[in-house]
């Protein structure tokens, strides 16, 4: 370590002693502009034997003790660095040098599971419904849901999950090690749009290696540290892949699809369901979304594909009523294109017979067939003609050449009573 970072941290350990309980808000607004403090503290945090550790890591619960919102996330945003000493040390067999570390962490995680009176806090989660909208998807895009009894019985109630209490920690054993790291995680990931771009990429960093270690891919990723297997738990690395999925869309786009992979990789050897579906969802959700590695000074989100709120039923949908409307426009249209070229020609149209069958025609163009008896019997007789009435488009394409003829020839002759001819 070089004297000069040694020296701000000297420094930044004696200011916040001589603070007055007035000035904090003050001093916790001025941290972020201290440009030179966070590398050097990241630097006393890797160094397991500095002299420094000691006093960094009382400074740095002090500042999360005093309830100060800023000087909490302050302390947060080593939270990954912390880990990653905690448990090299543990897999190296060396806890004598970790133990500021551990009490560190154990002083967080006592101080968030109680609340401002002491009593312990019950964190609740609410499961949402694929029956109302939400930030994520919109009913009327999955389809119709089936009214059931039980899904009457259900509208409107929503599931609630909760977890607590949780039990004061004195020390860490291998029982409950990754009991309490997993809340510190769910404390980190709750602050995570006030985090910088070192702590997300030290998130990332740490996910890779912890996954990795003992395992064929470290000699993929060239990572020369430890070679020890790490143990994990299925809950820890869901935690570890919120954070990732955070640092993706906000501008650690190369770190976070290799620590994404890594712990993949790992859950897979693990057999761990929970990581699996979480994983593979997030890496699914972003597979063609266009990431934009420069996101780190912008607007700190997550990006959603949103589903476009339309109508299920397409205006294109093809229905019984638009059927028949597009039939009743086809004949209106071909009544009027034989109106006009009979207006224009004036030439009249002969008559076609669709039922094939000879006979005369009668004053109102009703038709005379012959009977086997040798009488003519008109159309108009339901015993006689009960087929050709059964024809809807049979019968509107005879009325229509009846109505054409007859408007032709009053027009060519001017009298009604003129003769027509018969094919």
């Known amino acids: 370590m070089l004297a000069m970072d040694q020296g701000v941290v000297e420094d930044w350990l004696s200011e916040f002693k001589t603070l007055p309980d007035s000035a904090v808000p003050t001093y916790a607004a001025s941290l972020k502009d201290k440009g030179v403090l966070v590398p050097a503290l990241y630097k006393v945090i890797?160094?397991?034997?500095?002299?420094?550790?000691?006093?960094?890591?009382?400074?740095?619960?002090?500042?999360?003790?005093?309830?100060?919102?800023?000087l909490q996330r302050f302390t947060l945003q080593f939270l990954p660095e912390l880990l990653w000493s905690l448990l090299s040390v543990s897999a190296a067999r060396d806890p004598h040098t970790s133990g500021c570390i551990e009490a560190l962490l154990l002083g967080i995680y006592n101080l968030e599971i109680v609340d401002k009176d002491g009593q312990s806090k019950?964190?609740?989660?609410?499961?949402?419904?694929?029956?109302?909208?939400?930030?994520?998807?919109?009913?009327?895009?999955?389809?119709?849901?089936?009214?059931?009894?039980?899904?009457?019985?259900?509208?409107?109630?929503?599931r609630v999950v909760y977890s607590g209490p949780h039990l004061q920690r004195e020390t860490f054993t291998a029982q409950n090690r990754f009991d309490v790291l997993t809340f510190l995680l769910l404390c980190y990931n709750a602050a995570l749009s006030y985090m910088t771009a070192t702590s997300l990429q030290s998130l990332c960093q740490l996910s890779s290696r912890v996954c990795i270690c003992g395992y064929p891919r470290q000699q993929i990723r060239r990572y020369k540290g430890i070679s020890t297997r790490l143990t994990v738990t299925s809950e820890f690395l869901?935690?570890?892949?919120?954070?990732?999925?955070?640092?993706?869309?906000?501008?650690?786009?190369?770190?976070?699809?290799?620590?994404?992979?890594?712990?993949?990789?790992?859950?897979?050897?693990?057999?761990?369901?929970?990581?699996?579906?979480?994983?593979?969802?997030?890496?699914s959700s972003l597979h063609g979304a266009a990431l934009k590695s420069n996101n780190k000074e912008g607007a700190r989100s997550i990006q959603v594909e949103i589903t476009p709120t339309s109508s299920r039923i397409s205006r294109n949908a093809v229905t019984s009523l638009s059927i028949r409307g597009h039939r009743w426009k086809r004949h209106e249209s071909q009544e009027v294109s034989v109106d006009s070229d009979a207006a224009v020609g004036g030439v009249a149209i002969p008559e076609i017979s669709v039922t094939g069958v000879s006979g005369e025609q009668m004053a109102n163009g009703d038709s005379l067939r012959p009977r086997p008896d040798g009488r003519a019997q008109p159309d108009g007789d339901p015993l006689g003609a009960a087929s050709e009435v059964g024809v809807d488009l049979r019968g509107q394409e005879v009325r229509r050449q009846k109505s054409v003829r007859r408007m032709v020839e009053n027009e060519g002759s001017g009298s009604a009573s003129t003769g027509r001819s018969q094919y």
Do not use: M, W
């Open 46 to 70: 890797r160094e397991n034997y500095s002299d420094l550790l000691e006093p960094v890591c009382h400074q740095l619960f002090e500042f999360y003790r005093s309830g100060e919102s800023q």
């Open 122 to 158: 019950i964190l609740s989660f609410t499961i949402p419904s694929l029956s109302k909208p939400s930030v994520y998807h919109e009913p009327s895009a999955i389809g119709s849901i089936a009214l059931t009894e039980g899904a009457l019985a259900n509208h409107g109630l929503s």
């Open 238 to 283: 869901v935690q570890l892949i919120t954070g990732i999925h955070y640092a993706l869309c906000n501008g650690e786009v190369e770190l976070g699809s290799k620590a994404l992979d890594d712990v993949l990789y790992r859950a897979q050897l693990e057999l761990f369901p929970e990581a699996l579906l979480v994983g593979n969802a997030i890496k």
